[in-house]
């Protein structure tokens, strides 16, 4: 279990993460979403110990990370960008990385290898970026680590490369117990592998949860009634978002569902539909200024 402890990290004056604090356990996969810029990297270079937390903790099963080469052997981190060695074959990084990772394993090597489709006695720097990223995530599950983080690594892949390694992802957390923490922009492909979801935002972490606790409490409703019925009609609600089309209103309600669901029924609507929330919609009904006005732009 990796637990992140009451950590900030500052740059000089500037603030990059504030506060934070969650665990993922064994076996799991927490999915971290968040805009650009909100400090999703920096977090998973603060876990991996290439920043150093400015206060808090970070352990793995107990021990703290910072400074501590033995915890870091169990730790990889595939970057946003992707770096090799200058002129390096997969195989050639294989052997590199084998002398950092004890458990490095080159039967799993030669078995991702094969499976991606990769040429490994070809030079890195004439992969696509998305060969690159399947060499990295190949070596990356060769070193057999109990903590992976992942940063962007569904980027540049093709429809059925990221299938592929969304699979092998989740069969990797199952059969090894790994804590997985990976950060996508790609909601949807985070909503179909993750158990847990947080999302940053201003610096610190605003939703904390299990995809079902977060499916559980919050929902799309839409209903109709005879008269038409504003906002302010329905005060004993916590809506996070309210539209209206002539009589149809579509609201997205916090709360337990089943509870929200019948209090609307109370309310004698002529058609009363529930709909679950998509990680993407929680994601944008929880960020601020999601309200544009673009009318005027041009």
Known sequence: ???????????????ALENMSFRVENGSIYGLVGYNGAGKTTLLKTIAD????????ITLDGKVIADNAEIKEKIFYVPDDI???ANSTMDKMAKFYAGFYPKFNFETYDKLVKLFGLDPHKRLNGFSKGMQRQAEMVLAMSTRPEVLLLDESFDGLDPAKRALTRE??????NETGACVIISSHNLHELENMCDHVGLINGKKLVINTSVDDMSASVCKFRVIFNDK??????????????????????????????????????????????????????????????????TKIF
């Open 1 to 15: 279990m990796i637990e992140i402890n009451n950590v900030t990290k500052k740059f000089d004056d500037f603030t």
């Open 50 to 57: 290439v920043y150093r937390a400015t206060a808090g903790t």
């Open 83 to 85: 770096y090799f060695v």
């Open 168 to 173: 092998l992802i989740i069969e990797y957390a």
């Open 229 to 294: 019925r504003d906002k302010e009609d329905f005060p004993n609600f916590d809506i996070k978002d309210f539209s209206r089309d002539g009589k149809i209103i579509t609201m997205v309600i916090a709360g337990d569902y089943e509870e929200v669901e019948q209090k609307l029924a109370d309310m004698a609507p002529l058609l009363l539909e529930k709909y679950p929330l998509t990680l993407e919609e929680i994601f944008l009904n929880e960020m601020e200024d999601k309200n544009y006005d673009i």
